[in-house]
């Protein structure tokens, strides 16, 4: 199959390493992934180039060009699959998508759609999503907003839990140098993060285990309010701001466990990279972050917006053996069992086929 995934860019995130390991596994399968940005190339997309993908960045500057140009590329490109990625990509490519002909039009929203919502992105979206065949939550709580939200048919809204590559472990004379019990946070650096919220709860803390760490991997919009929040509160020396890394194992490799803080969520795929190493975890309440660590039992869950329950998570998880042992075990087998790339794909595969056999049935049994 001829498979063209449309997504906002190709920089650093969660997003776009999904969609090219997905487009990895695919041509290993024997199929034609291409990628499609409506902005910027970014660091993976370059990578894919250098992998000889087809990959074409700024698609159009604006709504009316881009729904142009990608009318004007599926006539040409004749593919069997279009795969939007969130809801940019849904309303820049749906409706050029459906006018080319295209057999199956996939839309996967990998947020949780939570309140507050923009009003103008969501009714953009509901014009783009009566295009597509398939409506795609990445968790129970993203399909079940879905529902509540877009006035479309029931049978149009599945779920398909996200997956990933499995991280190889480094070595420790690869891994960057620590000291004391470590906590690593991997992804954006952006408000919905929360990352006040953790430097509080760590602050908090370090009160009774003075050895405690904090890596912080990403870059975005809070990065140097965050920076300076952290030589405000005292606890610069112990809090690190490694950047953005294009390889993230050697720091999940060095870690005691990781650490999301977020105020909404779909399926973070840090999260998920950290169950593959076996990383215990603590997280909010929320989305699909959660379902997952219930699912798996490998981690703590504690309310958002409250600093003292997840500082005392960090303490009992640093100070517990045990309860660690057991919820690194159980992550590598919830990985295993559920969110390798390989079950994802699968699951895509079938949405496709079953969309291009029979387009008004119902979805398949997963």
């Known amino acids: 199959m001829k498979i063209a995934h449309v997504v906002d860019c190709m920089e650093i995130g969660g997003v776009e390493t999904l969609v090219a390991q997905m487009c990895r596994l695919q041509r290993a399968q024997g199929h034609d992934p291409q990628v499609y940005t409506v902005g910027t190339l970014g660091i993976l997309g370059k990578q894919m180039l250098e992998e000889e993908f087809l990959v074409r960045a700024q698609v159009g500057r604006h709504l009316v060009d881009s729904a142009r140009n990608f009318l004007s590329i599926f006539k040409e490109l004749r593919p069997d699959v279009v795969h939007l990625h969130n809801p940019t990509p849904a309303f820049y490519a749906g409706p050029g998508a459906r006018l080319a002909g295209v057999p199956c039009i996939i839309s996967t929203r990998h947020g949780l759609v939570a309140p507050p919502r923009r009003f103008t992105t969501e009714l953009k979206y509901a014009f783009a999503a009566v295009c597509c065949d398939w409506i795609v939550g990445v968790c129970d709580a993203t399909v079940a907003n879905l529902q509540k939200l877009h006035a479309l048919p029931a049978r149009k809204i599945v779920r398909v839990f996200n997956g990933t590559t499995p991280l190889s472990r480094v070595e420790k004379d690869q891994c960057p140098a620590k000291c004391g019990f470590t906590l690593l946070y991997v992804g954006r650096l952006a408000p919905v993060k929360n990352h006040t919220l953790l430097l509080q709860a760590f602050r908090a803390a370090r009160t009774s285990i003075s050895n405690l760490r904090l890596w912080i991997v990403g870059d975005g919009s809070e990065r140097q309010m965050l920076e300076r929040l952290a030589r405000d509160t005292g606890i610069s020396l112990q809090v690190t701001f490694w950047g953005q890394q294009l390889n993230v194992a050697p720091y999940f490799s060095a870690a005691d466990a990781f650490i999301m803080s977020s105020n909404s969520e779909g399926l973070p795929i840090s999260l998920l990279q950290a169950f593959s190493l076996g990383l215990p975890a603590i997280v909010t ?48 087998a919830s990985f295993n069992a559920r969110f390798t790339l390989d079950t994802m794909v699968s699951a895509y595969s079938e949405l496709y086929r079953t969309s291009k056999r029979h387009p008004d049935t119902d979805p398949p049994r997963r």
Do not use: C
């Not at 309310?303 to 997840?310: F, Q, R």
């Open 285 to 332: 309440d929320v989305g699909g972050m959660s379902e997952a660590v219930r699912h798996a039992q490998a981690s703590l869950i504690v309310p958002g917006e409250d600093p003292a329950a997840l500082s005392a998570a960090i303490v009992h998880l640093a100070k517990s053996d045990s309860d660690r042992q057991r919820y690194s075990q159980n992550a590598l």
